[in-house]
């Protein structure tokens, strides 16, 4: 026979209040209308259904919401100081050379100057140069293009941080 509970993490999100669900949710994404999708959706039955939540969510995400979403990202090579989500996804940037940490703020000052916004990319398990090929690559997209490879990445970035957020330690 199968065990049908809820997996431990997974049962302690169920039961926060909505504002601290609230809370651990935009540290998942700053999208305000994600955030009110898994919310509303509450309380999951298994982490599949949190995952397929989350990628519904990001698949509606207006270019408004997107854009929100993005916002709360900082750049490659530039984590936020003091914030060790940003710091252990973008670990490949660490032991980077000077060249190549200078390489990658010139890039992302070109991205940004002809998307709009920070150049967005899973960055868990890459390599700063992985990184910085992947943006000389999508920095030549139309920009159609480029919203639809940042809403994947930002849908991938989304799973990882869930996947923590009810991860028992």
């Known amino acids: 026979m199968t065990s049908t509970s809820t997996p431990p993490g997974l049962a302690r999100f169920n039961a926060l209040e909505e504002h601290a669900a609230s809370a651990e949710l935009h540290e998942v994404c700053a999208s305000t209308a994600w955030v009110t999708r898994l919310l509303a959706a509450r309380p999951y039955a298994d982490t599949g259904s949190l995952?397929?939540?989350?990628?519904?969510?990001?698949?509606?995400?207006?270019?408004?919401?997107?854009?929100?979403?993005?916002?709360?990202h900082p750049p490659i090579g530039?984590?936020?100081?003091?914030?060790?989500?940003?710091?252990?996804?973008?670990?490949?940037?660490?032991?980077?050379?000077?060249?190549?940490?200078?390489e990658m703020l010139d890039l992302n000052l070109a991205y940004q100057d002809r998307f709009g916004h920070v150049f967005l990319i899973c960055a868990t398990g890459r390599t700063?140069?992985?990184?910085?090929?992947?943006?000389?690559?999508?920095?030549?997209?139309?920009?159609?293009?480029?919203?639809?490879?940042?809403?994947?990445?930002?849908?991938?970035?989304n799973r990882i941080r869930l996947a923590r957020l009810v991860d028992e330690d």
């Open 51 to 72: 995952y397929a939540a989350g990628d519904t969510a990001t698949a509606e995400l207006t270019p408004e919401d997107l854009a929100e979403a993005m916002a709360g």
């Open 78 to 102: 530039r984590p936020e100081p003091g914030d060790p989500t940003s710091t252990r996804e973008q670990r490949g940037m660490a032991d980077a050379s000077e060249e190549l940490r200078a």
């Open 128 to 157: 700063g140069e992985q990184m910085r090929d992947a943006v000389k690559e999508r920095i030549g997209n139309p920009p159609e293009r480029e919203r639809e490879i940042v809403r994947t990445e930002l849908g991938k970035i």
